[in-house]
Every structure is written in structure tokens, then in C-alpha cells.
């Protein structure tokens, strides 16, 4: 059972920028290709960008896409979700996510493990 931690969310300007961070308490952290999703006040979650298992293969949301970057350190057992230039429409809980499965995906039922979320507030 790999358990997850967001962190790093908070209330930040239109156009600032936050880290978030997400821990994972398995050393065998590194197998899990992992996801980002957040959920908007009265949305569905959606799917926000994806990391392979040693980093070196993202994908993004078109709407994030030129603005998030995602990473890992898998020595930290850590991801990350570096956001600029922040928008109102940012504003969600953003949760982390892994996959046993070999390719992370979009869909949240490709995922096993979920945190339970750190919440952004982007203001005009």
C-alpha cells in the first residue's frame, strides 16, 4: 500500500507561482509512473499531467501545458507539480496519484493510490 502526501498548496496571485509537492512512503516509490489531477469547486477531476517512473517522460493538459512542469527525485521519494503563471481557473484541490501500471495515463481509473489533496486558490 503506497500511501501519498500533497503539499504546498495556498492562495497566490493571478500570474505567481506554487510547488507543490507530493511524498510517498514506499521506497519502491520509483516503479509508480505517477499523476497529477485537481478538481475544481462543482467539477469532475481532471487529469493535469503524468511522469514516468524515472522522470524522463511527462505529459500535460493542454491547459497547463507551457505552464506546470512536473519532476520526481525518486531518491526522496518525492514529485513535484511546478506551476507559473497561475490563472483563477487553476483554482482546485490538486491531488497526486500512482499507477501500478507500466505508462502513467489521464484517466483516474488508471491509477491505484491517491492522496488526499492540497488545495490552490489563484485570485484575480
Known amino acids: 500500500q503506497v500511501q501519498l502526501a500533497e503539499s504546498g498548496g495556498g492562495l497566490v496571485q493571478a500570474g505567481g507561482s506554487l510547488r507543490l509537492s507530493c511524498a510517498a512512503s514506499e521506497r519502491a516509490f520509483r516503479i509508480y509512473p505517477m499523476g497529477w489531477f485537481r478538481q475544481a469547486p462543482g467539477k469532475e477531476r481532471e487529469f493535469v499531467a503524468a511522469?514516468?517512473?524515472?522522470?524522463?517522460?511527462?505529459y500535460y493538459s493542454d491547459s497547463v501545458k507551457g505552464r506546470f512542469t512536473a519532476s520526481r527525485d525518486n531518491a526522496k521519494n518525492t514529485v513535484a507539480l511546478q506551476m507559473t503563471s497561475l490563472k483563477p481557473e487553476d483554482t482546485a484541490v490538486y491531488y497526486c496519484a500512482a499507477t501500478i501500471r507500466p505508462i502513467a495515463g489521464t484517466r483516474e481509473s488508471e491509477y491505484d493510490y491517491w492522496g488526499q489533496g492540497t488545495r490552490v486558490t489563484v485570485t484575480v
Open positions: 511522469i514516468s517512473r524515472f522522470g524522463g517522460n511527462t
